[in-house]
């Protein structure tokens, strides 16, 4: 069993990849002249259980810290995407 500091070096490794795919992904798509929000959730996608699997918000490892913060990420992203709409119009 991997100790706790092993875990939260993981956890935010897996922040960090998460983080710089949607950003990645988000302004590729923009280029392309889509919303970013597009990209961002192509990358949850692909890290999470529906593709590769390199992020299982369901691992044990992690208990409720990675759950709690895929939740908290989805409100700011629906907070992000309405602003955008509504400054669009």
Do not use: C, H
């Not at 993981?10 to 280029?31: D, P, T, W, Y």
């Amino acid at each position: 069993m991997a100790g706790s500091g092993d875990v939260v070096i993981q956890l935010l490794f897996l922040l960090f990849a998460m983080f710089a795919l949607g950003r990645f992904l988000g302004r590729l798509v923009e280029r392309a002249g889509l919303p970013g929000v597009i990209g961002e959730i192509s990358a949850g996608v692909i890290l999470g259980p529906s593709a590769l699997t390199i992020v299982n918000p369901a691992d044990p490892q992690y208990g409720i810290a990675l759950e709690a913060l895929a939740e908290i990420g989805i409100v700011v992203l629906m907070f992000r995407s309405g602003s955008k709409r509504a400054s669009a119009t």
